[in-house]
């Protein structure tokens, strides 16, 4: 066992006060908080210990650290484990014998029976319940080529995927986190399946390629979830460490608060699902400061086949212009109108128009990826863009034989700066290209500990010009 302190000192506490239960109360004792030893283990530990200061802000603790069977044998397979003591067993003991006070443990690693003598005080609410896959190239588990070897470890996650993808090669990995992402490369694995929660804790969300839906993988019912075990007689230690199962706790995570994310683009509302929102846009949408191109293209709409609008506001400047110079929009209304997602197509439905092809993908590559080359040949299609617009789209289907003329139908321009205390950042939002190089213009860098989230690949690959990994999402 190894003693480290949460805080990297060990104090004489005698005479320190907590508040239990609305009062103050003389604590003459450390806990002493019983752990794994990997990284993730002890990020937990650091996520209960921010809970515990909520609550009793004077308990005073200590880490120990303990390498269990799971920890030192390797080799056994995860399927011969689950539901056994294999990751508890060794912590279970020092706490019957009073080595130490409580224990944190990740919740699916409970065993089915708890040993006589403990009980679990709380199981947190999950961060991330969900599996993901890192792959790489960054393909979703639909694109892996046949028969690609997929590492993964518990028998839940591999007879799933085979239900999903018979033709895959399911290999069996251990390890902690890191190690299982290097074995990517050491046992030339195409993919692993691991839980989100862990990447996401440990900072490493930017490998994630996919978080798989439950319709796919179902994951264990605890996973993303932390539980706290203490011995049954100690009541007053209990009583404490059962308010960790109260709202203010569970809202989100073990810190009792939501996710606080900094969005970086001109919109929020599809992302407040996903926590706190702080809408800190690094960049401006205007008109553009001449309609002369915009005009000679809504004169020749009956020349083009189709449309292809790459964002809400494409479709609101071009279209509010398209009405102001012919009085009607059903001048588009019978052509192929290609919405690169579904706020798009929105935004479309506004005008009364339907979007024809949405792809999957939310993004230019999804376009692209969605297009029917054999259709394309001898077509005309117009894109109303931005200022700032790469050519992907109208490279891509002219390759194939189609024609693209390209229409700058609003600006996009730098935000002005805001002042941000990033210290209460757990995540941002980069939803351009633009929105990356404008944020690093101002603020210089992402700081360590917060997760880095991309929307689409261009976004991501943007990110990594500047050395951040980022997870991306649609």
Known sequence: MTFTGDDGSCENVSGKKAVINGRMERMEKVFFIGTRSSPLALVQVREVLGALKKIAPGLQTKVITINTIGDRDKKTPISEMEGTDFFTRDIDEA??????????HSAKDLPDVIPEGIVV????????????????KNLKLRELPKGARVGTSSERRKNQLRAYRPDLTIVDIRGTMQERLDKMESEN??????????????????????????????????????????????KDLLKILSRLNGKKIASYDAYGKKKRIL????????????????????????PVSNFRLMDAAIKKLDHYDGLIFTSKHAVRYFLERAEKKLKTVKTVKDKTLIAIGKTTAKELAEFGLRATKVPEDESAEGIIKMADKSLLKGKR??????NLAQNRIAEAFGKWGARVDAVTAYRNVKAKA?????????????????????????????????????????????????????????
């Not at 005080?121 to 790489?136: E, F, G, H, M």
């Not at 299609?381 to 931005?386: A, E, G, M």
């Open 263 to 286: 969005v970086t683009g001109t919109g929020v509302e599809r992302f407040k699902q996903m926590g706190e929102i702080v809408h800190v846009p690094m960049i401006e949408i205007k």
């Open 381 to 386: 299609f117009l894109i109303p863009r931005s």
């Open 95 to 104: 706490l019957i014998h009073k080595k130490i006070d409580f224990a944190v």
């Open 121 to 136: 005080a709380t199981i947190t609410k999950s961060v991330n319940p969900y599996d993901v896959l890192v792959s790489r």
């Open 418 to 474: 805001k002042k941000v205390d990033f210290d209460q950042i757990d995540e941002i939002v980069f939803t351009s290209p633009s929105t990356v190089r404008n944020f690093f213009e101002t603020y210089h860098s992402i700081p360590e500990g917060v997760n880095v989230k991309a929307i689409g690949p261009v976004t991501k690959a943007c990110l990594n010009e500047y050395g951040k990994k980022a997870e991306i999402i649609l």
């Open 189 to 234: 694995l195409d993919a692993i399946v691991i839980a989100g929660a862990g990447l996401n804790r440990l900072g490493l969300g930017g490998h994630i390629a996919e978080q798989i839906s439950f319709d796919i993988l179902k994951p264990h019912p605890l996973q993303g979830s932390l539980a706290v075990t203490v011995r049954k007689g100690d």
